[in-house]
C-alpha cells in the first residue's frame, strides 16, 4: 500500500489515471450505443486500423496518438460510406481491415526499433501516457462527449427503432457516420490503456454489463460509465502494485463486471422489476 | 367537400427504369379509413414512404394536409410492421413511445413533466399502461404492437399511416389493434392509410380500398374494387373474389394450381380516370 502511495507520485502514474479517467468516461457512455447497434467488428477494425496510423506515423515521426486518430477516423469514414446497408456492412469491415492491418505490417517491419512500441500499442501499457497526451486526449474526450450529447435522442431512436425514426425525419445514415466518428475517437482513447487487441473490453463489455441491468437508456449509459471507471482505475492500481501489464487487469475487471450482472444483479433486479417473473421464463 | 388529407395528382414512382406505380391520381378524404390492398413487391409501401417525404415521385404531385409532403412531419404518425424487439433491448415502452414524441429533437432529452404526461396519456389510451414500465423486449407481439400506437399517436398526428401493422399477430391482438384505429379514428376524426395483404381484419372499418398490381391500380369501394372483373384486369390474367362467410377471398390461377390472396402474373394494362376516396 505505501509503495503504491509512493508510485502516485510519479507524474507518469498521475498521467495514466487521469488518463484512465477521461477514457473510461468516453468509453462508458459510447459503449451502449456500440451494444445495441451489434457494432463489435467495426470496433475491431477502427482499432487495428488505428494501430496502422499509429505505425505510419511513428515511421515519419509524427505522434502515435495522432496517427490511432487518423487511422480509426479514416476507417470510420469509410465504412460509414461503403458500408451503409447492414447486409454489406460485414464485408466492407473486413476487407477495409484486412488492406489496412496489411499497410501496418509494412509499416512495423519498416521501422527496426519498433518491437517494443508496437508491443505497446497492440497489448496496452500505463506509461505511455506523456503529459501532451493527456491534453490531447481529454480535448478530443470532450470533443467527442459533445458530439454525442448533441445527437444522443435521435441516435437512440436510429437505433432502437430505424424504421420509424426515419419516417419521423431522423437523418438515420448520417448519424451512423457521425457515430462511426464518434467511436473513433472512443477507440483511439480506449486503446492507450488496453491496446488495440484488446479494445473490446472497453467498448463492448461496459455497455453489455449495463444492459444486464437496467432497460432504462439513461440508466443504462451511468452504468457503463461506473464499470469502465472501475475497470479501468481498479486495473492501472492493480498493475502498478504489481508488475503484470494493465490490460490483463481491466479484462479480467471487466469480464468479471459482466458475470455479476448477468448471473447475480441481473436476476436480481429482474425478479423486483414488472414482467421479471417473465423475463427469467424465457 | 373538405379539403382532402392526401391528393396524388398523376404521380409516378420509379426506381431507376422500373416503375412502382404511374400516373396515380386520387383524393383521400378526410376522416376516412382506406386500405392499401395488392401483393408484395406491388409499392405498397413505397406510397407511404411517398407520403413521408422519404422518396420523391418521378412525375405527379402529392399534397399532404394541403402541403407538399415534408420529412418529418409531426401531423403524420408511423406504425410500421411488427418487428420484435430483441429481449435484451435496452428499452422500456415508455420510452418507446416517448421517442415518437421527441426522438428526432437533437440533445440529450433531459425528464420533462409535460412529455411525460403526454406519453402516460397516450400508453393510457392504448390500454398499456401495465405494461409500459417493462423492458419492451420482455412484451408479446401484441403488446408491443399497442405501445408502436401510442408512438405513433403521441405527436397527435391527423394522418396515420400503418404499413402492414397486423402482420404476425394472432386473431385477437389483430382485434385489438383494429380497435384501437376505429377508437382513434372516431375520437379524433383522423385519416387511416392501411397498407394490408388481407383486407378481411380491417373489412368492416374500410370507407374505400385502393388496390395496386405492378403499377397499375384500382380505387373505390370495397364493393367495386375487390370483384373478379376489376381485379382479373388488374392482374391481367383471370382471379376470382370469392365471398364466403364475411370474408374476402382473391384466388388466381399460377401454373401449379390456384393461389389464394396472392396471383402472381404479367400485368396487364388498365385504364383510370381521376378517383375519390
Redesign the interface.
Given at each position: 500500500m505505501d509503495q503504491l502511495l509512493n508510485l502516485l507520485g510519479y507524474e507518469f502514474v498521475q498521467n495514466a489515471i487521469v488518463a484512465g479517467f477521461v477514457i473510461a468516461i468516453v468509453s462508458g457512455v459510447v459503449s451502449?450505443f456500440v451494444v445495441?447497434r451489434n457494432m463489435s467488428f467495426a470496433v475491431h477494425a477502427l482499432s487495428e486500423l488505428g494501430f496502422t496510423g499509429a505505425a505510419g506515423f511513428i515511421l515519419i515521426g509524427l505522434s502515435p496518438v495522432l496517427g490511432l486518430l487518423a487511422g480509426s477516423a479514416v476507417t470510420a469514414l469509410f465504412i460509414g460510406t461503403l458500408g451503409a446497408r447492414v447486409r454489406g456492412r460485414d464485408s466492407v469491415i473486413g476487407l477495409v481491415m484486412a488492406f489496412g492491418l496489411g499497410l501496418g505490417v509494412l509499416f512495423i517491419t519498416l521501422y527496426p526499433k519498433y518491437a517494443n512500441e508496437a508491443f505497446a500499442l497492440l497489448f496496452g501499457t500505463i506509461n505511455g501516457v506523456s503529459h501532451g497526451d493527456v491534453l490531447f486526449l481529454t480535448g478530443i474526450a470532450v470533443a467527442a462527449l459533445i458530439a454525442l450529447?448533441?445527437?444522443?435522442?435521435?441516435l437512440?431512436?436510429a437505433t432502437?427503432?430505424p424504421?420509424?425514426?426515419?419516417?419521423?425525419?431522423?437523418p438515420v445514415r448520417a448519424l451512423g457516420i457521425v457515430f462511426l466518428l464518434i467511436m473513433a475517437i472512443a477507440v483511439s482513447e480506449a486503446i492507450q490503456i488496453v491496446g488495440v487487441l484488446l479494445i473490446l473490453t472497453l467498448l463492448i463489455t461496459p455497455g453489455a454489463t449495463?444492459?444486464?441491468l437496467?432497460?432504462?437508456?439513461g440508466q443504462?449509459t451511468a452504468y457503463s460509465v461506473a464499470v469502465a471507471l472501475f475497470c479501468t482505475i481498479g486495473g492501472i492500481l492493480l498493475a502498478l502494485s504489481t508488475n503484470a501489464p494493465v490490460s490483463v487487469f481491466v479484462t479480467s475487471l471487466s469480464f468479471g463486471c459482466y458475470l455479476v450482472a448477468r448471473f447475480i444483479a441481473g436476476p436480481a433486479l429482474a425478479a423486483r422489476?414488472?414482467?421479471g417473473a417473465?423475463?427469467e421464463s424465457? | 367537400m373538405t379539403e382532402p388529407a392526401v391528393r396524388f395528382e398523376g404521380v409516378t414512382l420509379a426506381y431507376g427504369r422500373r416503375p412502382i406505380w404511374a400516373d396515380l391520381s386520387l383524393d383521400v378524404a378526410a376522416g376516412s379509413f382506406i386500405a392499401i390492398l395488392g401483393p408484395n413487391g406491388a409499392g405498397k409501401t413505397s406510397l407511404l414512404r411517398a407520403i413521408l417525404g422519404l422518396v420523391s415521385p418521378t412525375s405527379g404531385r402529392i399534397e399532404v394536409l394541403g402541403a407538399p409532403p415534408r420529412r418529418g412531419d409531426p401531423a403524420i404518425g408511423y406504425v410500421p410492421q411488427h418487428q420484435h424487439f430483441d429481449a435484451e433491448t435496452p428499452l422500456r415502452g415508455r420510452d418507446l413511445v416517448r421517442l415518437g414524441l421527441d426522438g428526432h429533437r437533437w440533445g440529450v432529452g433531459l425528464p420533462n413533466a409535460g412529455a411525460s404526461a403526454r406519453v402516460s396519456a397516450s400508453i393510457a389510451s392504448v390500454e398499456a399502461s401495465a405494461y409500459a414500465d417493462a423492458p419492451i423486449g420482455r412484451l408479446s407481439g401484441g403488446e408491443q404492437q399497442r405501445l408502436r400506437i401510442a408512438q405513433a399517436l403521441v405527436s397527435e398526428p391527423r394522418l396515420l399511416l400503418c404499413d402492414e401493422p397486423l402482420a404476425s399477430l394472432d386473431l385477437r391482438h389483430q382485434q385489438g389493434i383494429t380497435e384501437l384505429l376505429r377508437d382513434w379514428r372516431e375520437r379524433t376524426g383522423g385519416t387511416i392509410l392501411f397498407v394490408t395483404h388481407d383486407v378481411n381484419p380491417v373489412l368492416h372499418l374500410v370507407d374505400r380500398v385502393l388496390f395496386v398490381v405492378n403499377g397499375r391500380w384500382a380505387a373505390g369501394t370495397t364493393d367495386e374494387v375487390l370483384t373478379s372483373e376489376q381485379l382479373s384486369t388488374l392482374y391481367g390474367s383471370h382471379v376470382d373474389v370469392v365471398r364466403v362467410h364475411g370474408r374476402i377471398l382473391v384466388v388466381g390461377e399460377t401454373p401449379t394450381g390456384y393461389a389464394a390472396e396472392e396471383p402472381h402474373h404479367e400485368p396487364a394494362l388498365v385504364g383510370h380516370e381521376r378517383a375519390h376516396l
Open positions: 451502449p445495441a450529447g448533441i445527437v444522443y435522442r435521435p437512440t431512436f432502437v427503432d424504421e420509424v425514426a426515419e419516417a419521423r425525419g431522423v449495463a444492459e444486464r437496467t432497460p432504462r437508456p443504462a422489476s414488472p414482467r417473465l423475463a424465457t | -
